[in-house]
């Protein structure tokens, strides 16, 4: 009896050990347990264990309603020891009136009872629902800390008001929390439909209204599609512009055209730099284009960074500065990007663009094979580094270098006052001198390369260049694309050159040009490095946004993550969703000589058909008392047909149109409007029916 005694209390001890060793005694040592004859069970409360509010009311449940077949009595327990005690293998099994007042204790979020063994009775169940019921309580605590804890982030809203589904007049403005942010503020070249237009900007009509809001314009480079609507934009509203130095430079040049000289605050900000525009900060991030200085911008906002590109390429090798600032990019894909935008334009072509040292190799042999010809060379204005390119050559054949056109004069004269151009002592001369030097000895550059009608080298190859005369002995290089839509009035100009005995290269036939955008694969570096959550192609036209989206597909990205917007759109973008939130005022403003968005649709409608069709114009005079013709009708033709070959036709007109003025008096019609109405429909069936043609038709009517 005594050894099975030492036993029992052997295994009380160790299963005391297994439930309490846990958890830090009061008392020192081992202490005996007595067991008192008549005292109620102790019974540590559930929220001792779990860490919750105490639950009275399930504890007096317990005590009242046991399980069948036991019998409630008091069972003394035996005292915790110091200490940390060893956990038993194997517990034993305890009778029914024990496990009433035997504390289930737990550790890292496991309790203790878990870890008994199957043998265990059903009687020592009543603390699970306990727990169950405490842990129950403390979810909805936790899930209230939770969404206390957690902070939402606002969305960034995106306006488009220009650059999609066009090439150029690139104009996008960013809202956060009540703080706008302008990128770029760029212009088009009219199409062909659009007569006597001379520029095509954005619609600045949701920037006036939302002109206290904006914190400021940030620009990423000089090109004519990025800044050459600023002039006509501060006129209207007066905000900061912040951009590099050459960039800067570019647009002090075209404000000063406008009279805005000292009207705006200009910023300049290095690349690698950033500026504070209320709740957002703009990084400005280095990148490789055709015209040095330019940059893409990392907007970081309480939404989260939105990573722009601006127009870029991935050049090891550029003619001038440095590579793009990949490494930048890699950086900000680790900490997270939210949404990228970037340059479509040349999504549709496969593989790297070419980098400029390709051009300065094919000029060393054009040089070469035109060492008895004068040479002519039509480039981009703002192609800086492409004309030090052709200094460079031209210093090493021993030529000279005549610069032609004012936007030519005007960009290179602000790039060597910044150094952006390093012109050797005595090489550039004035093309007034150009016949003075030897043909071989001389290298013209010159403006034209798209072909505009009034630019430099139209103006030559139509014999209109009042200082420059092309022909025979003229060897013409063309070194740049045609911009797309350009294609035909580049074609014309070639032509015309070779009809005069030129020798023309352009960019089909020679390496004379590389293009200042990213293709295919060096759009998927971007898209790899900074890992977007969402995406967006801008600055290209419908079927170029279409090729970048299924580059990023390619990439990996969700459909539902890449957005290909329009002009005037409203893109909403938050960390759950991008969606569309509705459109704005957006489209375009043609500029025609000093008028500014007085040449409309309707307007240009007009000139379309005078253009196609010509006009007829009728004048006649009419009795003011009876309404019968007084004198006339008299018909003018232009652009319609010869006069002096159809007078058999307008002398049928002059008849109709008195047949209709006499039927006007007899049915007591005196209404101009209606009369000028009968007027126009009979001209134009009659014409029709004669010519097939629909001429605009003017009656003017005079009343004495």
């Given at each position: 009896?005594?050894?099975?005694?030492?036993?029992?209390?052997?295994?009380?001890?160790?299963?005391?050990?297994?439930?309490?060793?846990?958890?830090?005694?009061?008392?020192?040592?081992?202490?005996t347990?007595?067991?008192?004859?008549?005292?109620?069970?102790?019974?540590?409360?559930?929220?001792?264990?779990?860490g919750g509010?105490?639950a009275?009311?399930?504890?007096?449940?317990?005590?009242?309603?046991?399980?069948?077949?036991?019998?409630p009595?008091?069972v003394?327990?035996?005292?915790?020891?110091?200490?940390?005690?060893?956990?038993?293998?194997?517990?034993?099994?305890?009778p029914a009136?024990?496990?009433?007042d035997?504390?289930?204790?737990?550790?890292?979020?496991?309790?203790?009872?878990?870890?008994?063994?199957?043998?265990?009775?059903?009687?020592?169940?009543?603390?699970?629902?306990?727990?169950?019921?405490?842990?129950a309580?403390?979810?909805?605590?936790?899930?209230?800390?939770?969404a206390?804890?957690q902070v939402?982030?606002?969305?960034?809203?995106?306006?488009?008001?220009?650059?999609?589904?066009e090439?150029?007049?690139?104009?996008?403005?960013?809202?956060?929390?009540?703080?706008m942010?302008?990128?770029?503020?760029?212009?088009?070249?009219?199409?062909g439909?659009?007569?006597g237009?001379?520029?095509?900007?954005?619609?600045?009509?949701?920037?006036?209204?939302?002109?206290d809001?904006?914190?400021?314009?940030?620009i990423t480079?000089?090109?004519?599609?990025?800044?050459?609507?600023?002039?006509y934009?501060l006129?209207?509203?007066?905000?900061?512009?912040y951009?590099?130095?050459?960039?800067?430079?570019?647009?002090?040049?075209?404000l000063?055209?406008?009279?805005?000289?000292?009207?705006?605050?200009?910023?300049?900000?290095?690349?690698?730099?950033?500026?504070?525009?209320?709740?957002?900060?703009?990084?400005?991030?280095?990148?490789?284009?055709?015209?040095?200085?330019?940059?893409?911008?990392?907007?970081h906002?309480?939404?989260?960074?939105?990573?722009?590109?601006g127009d870029?390429?991935?050049?090891?090798?550029?003619?001038?500065?440095?590579?793009?600032?990949?490494a930048?990019?890699?950086?900000?894909?680790?900490?997270?990007?939210l949404?990228?935008?970037?340059?479509?334009?040349?999504a549709?072509?496969?593989g790297?663009?070419?980098t400029?040292?390709?051009?300065?190799?094919s000029?060393?042999?054009?040089f070469?094979?035109?060492?008895?010809?004068r040479?002519i060379?039509?480039?981009?204005?703002?192609n800086?580094?492409?004309?030090?390119?052709?200094?460079?050559c031209?210093?090493?054949?021993?030529?000279k270098?005549?610069?032609?056109?004012?936007?030519?004069?005007?960009?290179?004269?602000i790039?060597?006052?910044?150094?952006?151009?390093?012109?050797?002592?005595?090489?550039?001369?004035?093309?007034?001198?150009?016949?003075?030097?030897?043909?071989?000895?001389?290298?013209?550059?010159?403006?034209?390369?798209q072909?505009?009608?009034?630019?430099?080298?139209?103006?030559?190859?139509?014999?209109?260049?009042?200082?420059?005369?092309?022909?025979?002995?003229?060897?013409?290089?063309?070194?740049?694309?045609?911009?797309?839509?350009n294609?035909?009035?580049?074609?014309?100009?070639?032509?015309?050159?070779?009809?005069?005995g030129?020798?023309?290269?352009?960019?089909?036939?020679?390496?004379v040009?590389?293009?200042?955008?990213?293709?295919?694969?060096?759009?998927?570096?971007?898209?790899?490095i900074?890992?977007?959550?969402y995406?967006i192609?801008?600055?290209?036209?419908?079927?170029?946004?279409q090729?970048?989206a299924?580059?990023?597909?390619?990439m990996?990205?969700?459909?539902a993550?890449?957005?290909i917007?329009?002009?005037?759109?409203v893109?909403e973008?938050?960390?759950?969703?991008?969606?569309?939130?509705?459109?704005?005022?957006?489209?375009?403003?043609?500029?025609?000589?000093?008028?500014?968005g007085?040449?409309?649709?309707?307007?240009?409608?007009d000139?379309?058909?005078?253009?196609?069709?010509?006009?007829?114009?009728?004048v006649?005079?009419?009795?003011?008392?009876?309404?019968?013709?007084?004198?006339?009708?008299?018909?003018?033709?232009?652009?319609f047909?010869?006069?002096?070959?159809?007078?058999?036709?307008?002398d049928?007109?002059?008849?109709?149109?008195?047949?209709i003025?006499?039927?006007?008096?007899?049915?007591?019609?005196?209404e101009?409007?209606?009369?000028?109405?009968?007027?126009?429909?009979?001209i134009?069936?009659?014409?029709?029916?004669?010519?097939?043609?629909s001429p605009m038709?003017?009656?003017?009517?005079?009343?004495?």
């Open positions: 009896m005594t050894n099975d005694n030492n036993n029992n209390k052997n295994n009380e001890s160790k299963e005391g050990a297994g439930l309490y060793g846990r958890v830090k005694a009061p008392s020192t040592g081992t202490q347990r007595r067991r008192p004859a008549a005292k109620p069970p102790r019974e540590k409360p559930a929220d001792q264990v779990i509010e105490a009275p009311q399930a504890r007096e449940r317990s005590e009242q309603a046991p399980r069948p077949g036991t019998a009595q008091s003394p327990q035996s005292a915790p020891q110091r200490g940390r005690a060893p956990r038993a293998k194997q517990p034993p099994q305890l009136s024990r496990a009433a035997t504390p289930p204790q737990r550790r890292s979020g496991r309790p203790a009872a878990g870890r008994r063994t199957a043998g265990v009775s059903q009687a020592q169940k009543p603390a699970a629902p306990l727990q169950a019921q405490a842990q309580e403390r979810k909805p605590q936790q899930r209230r800390r939770a206390k804890n939402v982030k606002p969305s960034v809203k995106v306006y488009f008001l220009g650059g999609l589904n090439v150029g007049k690139n104009f996008t403005l960013f809202e956060c929390e009540n703080d942010v302008i990128v770029d503020c760029g212009m088009a070249f009219p199409d439909d659009m007569l237009v001379d520029l095509v900007l954005p619609d600045f009509t949701f920037v006036e209204r939302n002109a809001r904006i914190r400021g314009i940030v480079h000089g090109h004519e599609d990025h800044i050459g609507a600023l002039p934009l006129k209207r509203v007066n905000l900061p512009v951009a590099t130095r050459l960039t800067v430079g570019l647009i002090e040049g075209k000063k055209e406008h009279g805005l000289t000292g009207k705006v605050k200009l910023n300049v900000v290095k690349p690698g730099g950033a500026v504070q525009l209320g709740c957002m900060k703009v990084e400005f991030i280095h990148v490789n284009h055709s015209i040095p200085d330019a940059v893409g911008f990392a907007i906002s309480p939404a989260g960074v939105i990573v722009h590109t870029f390429k991935i050049d090891s090798t550029p003619a001038q500065g440095e590579m793009i600032d990949l930048r990019f890699a950086e900000l894909g680790k900490k997270g990007v949404a990228l935008m970037a340059d479509s334009t040349n549709e072509r496969p790297y663009t070419k400029e040292k390709m051009v300065d190799n000029f060393e042999s054009l070469q094979r035109a060492e008895n010809n040479i060379i039509a480039t981009f204005a703002s800086i580094s492409r004309v030090q390119q052709i200094i460079n031209a210093v090493r054949f021993g030529r270098v005549a610069l032609s056109g004012r936007s030519m004069l005007n960009v290179m004269g790039a060597v006052e910044l150094g952006y151009l390093d012109v050797p002592e005595g090489v550039l001369i004035d093309i007034d001198l150009l016949n003075r030097y030897p043909k071989e000895k001389v290298v013209l550059v010159t403006t034209g390369s072909g505009e009608p009034m630019s430099a080298l139209a103006r030559m190859a139509f014999a209109d260049h009042r200082k420059v005369e092309v022909g025979p002995g003229d060897f013409i290089i063309i070194s740049a694309r045609p911009i797309p839509g294609e035909k009035t580049v074609g014309n100009v070639v032509d015309e050159l070779l009809k005069r030129c020798e023309v290269v352009y960019e089909s036939m020679y390496e040009h590389v293009s200042g955008h990213a293709c295919q694969d060096e759009l998927k570096i971007i898209h790899g900074v890992k977007p959550k995406f192609p801008v600055h290209g036209e419908q079927k170029m946004l090729k970048h299924g580059v990023a597909k390619a990996g990205m969700s459909s993550n890449i957005y917007g329009d002009i005037g759109d893109v973008i938050n960390e759950a969703f991008l969606r569309n939130a509705g459109t704005v005022p957006a489209g375009r403003v043609l500029v025609d000589g000093l008028g500014v007085d040449v409309g649709s309707i307007v240009l409608r000139r379309k058909h005078l253009g196609e069709d010509g006009l007829i114009v009728v006649c005079t009419i009795s003011l008392a009876t309404g019968e013709l007084v004198a006339g009708p008299d018909v003018v033709s232009r652009g047909v010869y006069v002096r070959e159809s007078e058999p036709l307008l049928e007109t002059k008849a109709l149109v008195q047949d003025i006499n039927e006007c008096a007899q049915g007591n019609i005196h101009w409007g209606t009369i000028k109405t009968r007027i126009k429909d009979g134009s069936r009659l014409l029709y029916d004669r010519t097939r043609r038709i003017l009656p003017i009517i005079m009343e004495v």
